[in-house]
C-alpha cells in the first residue's frame, strides 16, 4: 500500500510587465512570479481525478488578470491578494507566492530623468513570498544575488586543524559572497510601508556588512542578521545564505615578485557555503 | 535577544576525476561534492570562536584525499564513507555528502570502445545524498534533469473552470518535463549493488513513463513513483519535481494551413511545476 | 557624414516541435532556428523606412508556416527551403538559417522501444547552417558541445619556457574538451543523404579522437579535421573550436599519498581556447 | 593535400582580482581576460611541433604577472601593454586581448562610503579589446548587456505584409534591448583619459536611446551609433547588438477588462536580432 505523503503544484516564471503609461514619467514594474499550492489533492494524483485540480494555466491567467487592478503598491501587497485568492479554493491547504522584481529605474539624460526611457538596475533580485493558509498569512521579503566584499578586517584564525588541513590562517583575506537574504516579518509590520521597509533592511545589511570585523562568513551572518533584528522591530525572523566565494593568492614568487595581498585568482567552484537563520527571541 | 535558529555551512561543488590508468581499459569517475554540515556550532556565528569550525577548505581537501583509497565502487559508498567521517567531528549532528555523477562512456570507434578515450553520456546526471547521523545513516539515489516527452495518451481533461480559466480541455496533449527524482533506500538495501539498483530504478521509471496512459502530470507522478515501490523493495520514498514545460499548438489558420496536433511552439517560461513524494505505506 | 558600414537582422532562438503523430510510432523533430539576412537595408536603419524591412516576427511565423510541409527529412533540407525563401525578398543579399537539432530517441521499455515517448539524447546538439545568395546555396553541418576526454596518449612537451612559463612537460596529461565542430560541404554531397553523412563524419571524428596520439589540442585539430576530410569526400573544410578544460592533478602529499596521474581537480576557468580551420587543398 | 587554412589560440577567463589595499580607502579591480593569438603556427597543428606555442598556461601567468605592475590605470592600458608583449612573440602576427571589466562600487554605509568594503555594480560589463600587429594596435570599449527600455516613442509601421505576416501595426510598443555596443577609438584618441572618454560614450548612448523616437530596432541603432560618433570625435566606429526582448500585450477581454498597453508578458525568445557598424565618413 503506497502513500501519496507530501505534494505541491503551481505555475513557476510567469513573467509580467507592467507598464503605467497613462502616468507622466511612465511607471514600470517587471515581475517573475511563482504559484504553488498544497492542500489534499490525493485524488488528483492517485485517481486521476482532475475535479480538484485548478489548472496551473488557470494561475497564470489570474495573475495576469489581477494585475491590473491589484499590482499598485508594493510586490508584498500583490502577493497577498494571490496568495488569499488562490489560498480560498477547495482543498487547498497553503498558497504561496513568490516574487522576484526586476528593478528599472528611469534612464538618466542630458535633460535629467527621462519619463519614457528605463535601464535595468542589475545588482540584485528584490524577492517577496507570501504565504497564505487558514491560519493567517506570513510576509517575507529578500534581497537575491547581490555581490559584495570586504578587502578589508575579514579573518578566518583559530579553526581546528586535521590530517587534512592546510588552510592558512588569515588576518586579511578578501571576504565576497553572494548575498541572499529573506526576512519574515511579524506583527509589528501592519500599517508599515514594504517599500521602505526593504530599502531600510537592505541598508541595514550593507552597513552591517561594512562595518564589521569579520571572524568567519558564520560570524558575519549572525553580526549582520542581528543588526536586522535590533533595528527593524518589523523583523521577527531573517535567513541567510552566503556562498564564500573564495579569492586565492597568486604565487608570483616564480616571477620574482612579492605578492602581499595584491594579486588574487577568483574563483567560482568549489565554494563555502554557510547558511543560518537568526530570529528575534521570546 | 536574538537566538541563532538554525545553521548549516559546508563546502559546495568540489570537482573531482579520478582516472584509474594503471587498468585496461582505463576506467574514470567524474564526480561534483557538496558537503554540508549541521550540529552546535552556535559560538561560531555568536562568538566568532572558530575552535569548533571545521574548514570548508579541510572539506574539499579530505575529498580529494579520500578519493584515492575509498572511492573504488558506487557513489553510494563513497559518500558513506565522507558522511561518517565528517558526522564524527564534535559538535556535528548530521553531515550530508550530496555527489552528482557525470557519466562518460568509453569512446566507440571502428575498433570498437577504445581503452583509453571516452565521451560523457549526458542525458542525465546520476546524484546520490548520503546523510550520516548519530542515529545512523540515510542514504538517496537520484536523476537530475533527463528530458523525457509523451506524444501520445496524455490528456488533461475534467479540471475546474472559474472566471480566469482559458485552458481547453486536452484528449492528446503533448507532455514534456525534466524529469528530477530522487528515492531514499530502506533496510532492504543492505548487500544491494548500488549501481545495479540505480540502473534497474531508472530502467522502471522509463518503463512506466512510456507505458501508461497520463491524466496530467500529477496522475503520472503517481503512476511512476508507484511502480518504483512496487518493483523495487529496496526503496522507502521517492520524490519527483516535474516541470510541465508546455508545447503550444501553432495557428497555422492565417496561413490557411490545419494543425492537428503537429506543430508546437516549445516554451521555457512558465512552466506547471508539480512535485510529490510517493512512499511505502506501513 | 557618417555611413552604415555592414548590418545584418533576422529572428534568433524559434522553437519548433514537429510531432508527427499521424505515424506509427511517432516521430519527432525538436529544433531551434535563427533567421539572419543581409542586403541593402540602408533606408531601414537611417531613413526609418521600413517598407523593405521583413518583420522578424513575419520570419518566425514562416518557419512554423514552411515546417508544416517542409520539415520532413535532414534538417539542412528545410534549412535550404528556408534560406531560399529568405533570399528571394527585395534588397536581400544572403539569408542564413541555423538550425540547432535537439535529438530525442524513442523511450527504452521492457516491451522495446516506446512508440509514442521518448528520451532526448543530450550528448550533443547537432547544428546545421544553410546560406543563400544570389551566387547559390553554402551548406554546413556540425555537432557542439560534445564533451571527449583522453586519458591516455595526450602530451605536451618542448613548448618554449620564457620568465612566465611554470608548466610541467607532460607525457600523460587528461585531456579534456567540450568539442564544437562545423564542416562545410562542397559540390560532391548532391545526392547525399544528410543525415547518414553526419552520422558518419561524427563517427570519424570520434574514431580520429580516440585512435592518435595527441601532441597538443592543436595537433588533436589538425588529425581529426584531416580524417574527416580523407575519409569524406563531400566535405571541403571544417572548423573545430576546443577549449582544453584542464584537469590539474591533486598535490596529495601533504595528506602522505603518492598520486600518480589519477586524482584530478576538474576546472571550468580558465581554459585554453584552440580554433583552427583545416580545408581540402586544391 | 590539407591546409591549415586559419588558426588562432589562447587563454579565456582569466580572472584576475587586484586588491590596492596600501591605499585608504581600497581600490578594487575585478576583470575577466581572454588572450587569443593568431600566426604562422602551423608546425604546431601539422607536425606536433611545440617549438613556437607559447603554452596557454604561460600566458595565464603572464597575465598575473603583469597585474602588479602594469596594472593601474584604465583596462584598455592594462590590455595594450598585454597585447604587445604576446605580439612581440616569434610567428605571432597578432595578439588581441579581451578584457571584461566586473564594477565594484564603495559600499554606502551611515557614515558614507565605506573604505574597504563594496558591491558589485552589475548594471552591465564594461569591455575592452586590444589587438596588436605589426602594424600597430586597434583599440575597442564597450558595454555588455545593459538592460534598457523604452515605453513611449516606439514605433514599428509600414513594414511590407506578405502570406505570413500577421504582426499588427504599433504606434506604441514597448522596445526592450539587452544592449552591447563596442567601439574602436582612432587617432584622435591619443592622450584621452579612456575611463572618461567610457563615461562619456556611455552617457551618450543612454541620452540618445532615450531622447529619440524609434521607428525600428534598426533606425535606434542608427540614431544611437550617430549620435556617438557626432559627440565623440575620438570614435572611429561603432557596433551594435541588441536582441529584441518582445513584450506582448495580454489579452486580457476574456477576464471581461481592457488592456489598453498596459499588461504585457515578457519573454526571452524567439528574439528579434539586430546588428550593425556605424563608422565615421572619408
Known amino acids: ?78 502577493g497577498l491578494v494571490l496568495a488569499r485568492h488562490f489560498a480560498a479554493f477547495d482543498q487547498c491547504e497553503s498558497a504561496r507566492v513568490s516574487i522576484d522584481e526586476h528593478r528599472w529605474v528611469r534612464m538618466p539624460t542630458d535633460d535629467g530623468e527621462a519619463p519614457d526611457a528605463f535601464l535595468r538596475s542589475a545588482d540584485f533580485t528584490r524577492t517577496a513570498t507570501v504565504t497564505a493558509t487558514s491560519d493567517g498569512v506570513a510576509i517575507e521579503a529578500g534581497i537575491r544575488d547581490l555581490a559584495v566584499m570586504k ?22 583575506r578578501i571576504m565576497a559572497t553572494l548575498l541572499t537574504a529573506s526576512w519574515r516579518y511579524g506583527e509589528a509590520v501592519h500599517g508599515a510601508n514594504f517599500d521602505e521597509l526593504f530599502d531600510a533592511v537592505g541598508e541595514t545589511i550593507l552597513d552591517a556588512f561594512a562595518d564589521h570585523d569579520s571572524a568567519s562568513v558564520q560570524a558575519s551572518i549572525w553580526v549582520v542578521g542581528r543588526a536586522v533584528l535590533e533595528r527593524h522591530p518589523e523583523v521577527d525572523e531573517i535567513r541567510m545564505t552566503l556562498p564564500n566565494l573564495h579569492h586565492w593568492l597568486v604565487d608570483l614568487s616564480p616571477f620574482g615578485q612579492p605578492n602581499e595581498g595584491e594579486i588574487f585568482v577568483a574563483t567560482r567552484e568549489p565554494f563555502g557555503l554557510i547558511e543560518a537563520t537568526v530570529r528575534r527571541g521570546d
Chains 1, 2, 3, 4 share one sequence.
Not at 503605467?20 to 511563482?34: F, G, M, N, S, Y
Not at 578587502?151 to 586579511?172: I, K, M, N
Open 1 to 78: 500500500m503506497n502513500v501519496l505523503e507530501w505534494n505541491r503544484y503551481g505555475k513557476a516564471r510567469v513573467r509580467l510587465l507592467k507598464a503605467r503609461r497613462a502616468r507622466q514619467p511612465h511607471e514600470l514594474v517587471d515581475l517573475t512570479i511563482d504559484v504553488q499550492v498544497e492542500g489534499a489533492f490525493e485524488p488528483v494524483y492517485t485517481e486521476g481525478d482532475n475535479r480538484l485540480c485548478l489548472a496551473t494555466d488557470t494561475m497564470k491567467n489570474t495573475v495576469y488578470a489581477f494585475a491590473r487592478e491589484h499590482l499598485v503598491g508594493p510586490v508584498e501587497s500583490f
Open 151 to 172: 578587502t578589508g578586517r575579514s579573518a578566518f584564525r583559530g579553526f581546528p586543524r586535521d590530517d587534512y588541513t592546510t588552510l592558512p590562517e588569515a588576518d586579511d
